[in-house]
């Protein structure tokens, strides 16, 4: 069943088939006095007038998407003096928020390190959080329970009593928002899932820096982030060799595998590696028969991210095929699944997002040894026997 589980959060996760969405009224001509530098993310922007209000845009917050979202952060101490249109936004938001409820794990590293983990009240899942600040106010009371996964109990959720939701959607808003809404509890998607560059996936903290008034402080966390992460990129790009690389694992008869414009195919384009599917299109993932998989990557020296398994004797056991694999025969096969957290959770969903230069930086560790000595790997971990 875990393995079952953490499956179908890959695909979730690199699924981002898109439809350019169709786009919303433009905001008022105040709205671009001072732009909020986005250099990655392509699913939200942001603007602040000469009044202080920030106008926010999500333009791509699940596959698909038919619309952006606006939204109108306003300083609490301005509330009263300034005057919007309410039918121009989906929420006007009173900022700094001093207490949300957050829908993703993926959101949580960045309370963490914008130190604004008091304002979390309430989350969907409390055990698949794995952060020891959250853990302790979790323990405290302090974090109410409030369903499972995004399904929201609205009665929980006007209980811990938000000030904002933040919420996401795979396929479209989940109909428990609208209770929430309902209740006059605004909702705000958050869409980081959706972005493709690793980068572009950290540059969200922007996102939470401008809710809980705190930019200047999430700016600086992802330029230290970035730099990391480009640092990074260069060393491996030093390297003598680029090994070719092959990914995912069966499920039943199919073989799931990150498509060639996937988050986790441009983590090994600039671990300088040779992904097998990198020429194949979409961001999704591939499925693929064992056959097709075994033609093309039956020589592969590395295999990363074999779905959840820990252990080789585990996946010789599910399917004595993987043992016809040279990176299995030679023992070169690298996972995530061994680093969870105190709940269970995957701290490679949890924090990778968060933090690319430790997902890059494991990779080079893995496939160019030597080029990052006395480096310890946070996420990915050689298989065990």
Same mark, same amino acid.
């Given at each position: /069943?875990?393995r079952?589980s953490?499956? =179908?959060?890959?695909? +979730? *996760?690199?699924?981002?088939c ?6 919303? @009224? !433009? ?7 001072? !732009?909020?530098?986005? %250099?990655? @993310?392509k ?6 007038? @000469? ?7 999500v ?11 606006k939204?109108?952060l ?6 009263a ?5 309410a039918?121009?936004?989906d ?8 207490? =949300?409820?957050?829908?993703s794990?993926?959101h ?8 604004a ?6 989350f ?21 329970e =409030?369903?499972?996964?995004?399904? =929201?109990?609205t ?8 000030e904002?939701v ?10 428990s928002?609208?209770g ?5 509890i ?7 899932? /959706?972005?493709?560059n690793?980068?572009g ?10 809710l *809980?008034?705190?930019l ?5 966390y &992802? ?5 990391a992460?480009? $640092? ?6 030093? #390297? ?5 690389? +092959?990914?995912?694992?069966?499920y039943? %008869? ?10 986790a195919?441009? &983590? ?5 590696? $040779?992904y ?5 299109p979409?961001s999704?993932?591939l499925?693929?028969?064992?056959? #097709?998989?075994?033609?093309k990557?039956?020589?592969?020296e &590395?295999?990363?991210?074999p ?7 585990? /996946? @010789? ?5 993987y ?6 025969? $030679? ?15 995957? *701290?490679?969903f $949890?924090?990778?997002?968060n ?5 890059l ?5 893995? +496939? ?11 996420? &990915? ?5």
């Amino acid at each position: /069943m875990a393995r079952t589980s953490a499956l =179908l959060i890959l695909i +979730l *996760l690199t699924t981002a088939c898109r439809e350019r969405p169709e786009k919303a @009224a !433009p905001l008022p001509e105040a709205a671009v006095d001072n !732009p909020v530098e986005i %250099d990655y @993310a392509k699913g939200f922007a942001a603007h602040t007038d @000469a009044s202080g209000v920030t106008y926010l845009t999500v333009s791509d917050p699940w596959p698909e998407a038919s619309r952006e979202y606006k939204y109108a952060l306003v300083p609490r101490g301005k509330l009263a003096a300034i005057t919007l249109p309410a039918d121009t936004f989906d929420a006007i938001i009173p900022v700094p928020v001093e207490r =949300l409820v957050l829908t993703s794990t993926t959101h949580v590293p960045s309370l963490v390190a914008l130190r604004a983990t008091e304002s979390l009240v309430g989350f969907p899942g409390l055990d698949y959080i794995s952060s020891p600040e959250v853990r302790q106010r979790i323990d405290a009371g302090a974090v109410r329970e =409030l369903g499972a996964n995004e399904q =929201l109990n609205t009665e929980l959720v006007l209980e811990a009593a938000p000030e904002v939701v933040v919420g996401f959607g795979i396929s479209d808003a989940p109909g428990s928002y609208r209770g929430v809404r309902e209740a006059g509890i605004p909702v705000i998607y958050n869409g980081d899932w /959706m972005e493709t560059n690793p980068l572009g996936k950290a540059e969200w903290i922007k996102f939470f820096g401008l809710l *809980l008034g705190s930019l200047p402080e999430a700016q600086q966390y &992802f330029e230290e982030v970035e730099a990391a992460y480009q $640092e990074a990129r260069e060393l491996a790009a030093k #390297a003598s060799t680029r090994p070719t690389v +092959l990914s995912g694992a069966l499920y039943r %008869d199919v073989w799931y595998l990150p498509g060639g414009e996937s988050w986790a195919a441009a &983590f090994l384009e600039d671990a300088h590696a $040779e992904y097998l599917y990198a020429d194949t299109p979409g961001s999704g993932s591939l499925s693929l028969s064992l056959e #097709a998989v075994l033609e093309k990557g039956v020589d592969a020296e &590395f295999w990363i991210s074999p779905s959840q398994y820990t252990s080789y004797s585990e /996946m @010789a056991s599910d399917n004595p095929h993987y043992e016809q694999f040279r990176a299995f025969r $030679e023992r070169r096969i690298f996972g995530y699944a061994s680093n969870r957290g105190s709940g269970g959770g995957l *701290l490679y969903f $949890e924090i990778g997002p968060n933090r690319p230069d430790w997902v890059l930086k494991d990779l080079i560790h893995h +496939l160019h040894p030597g080029l990052l000595p006395g480096y310890e790997p946070v996420f &990915f971990k050689p298989l065990a026997p």
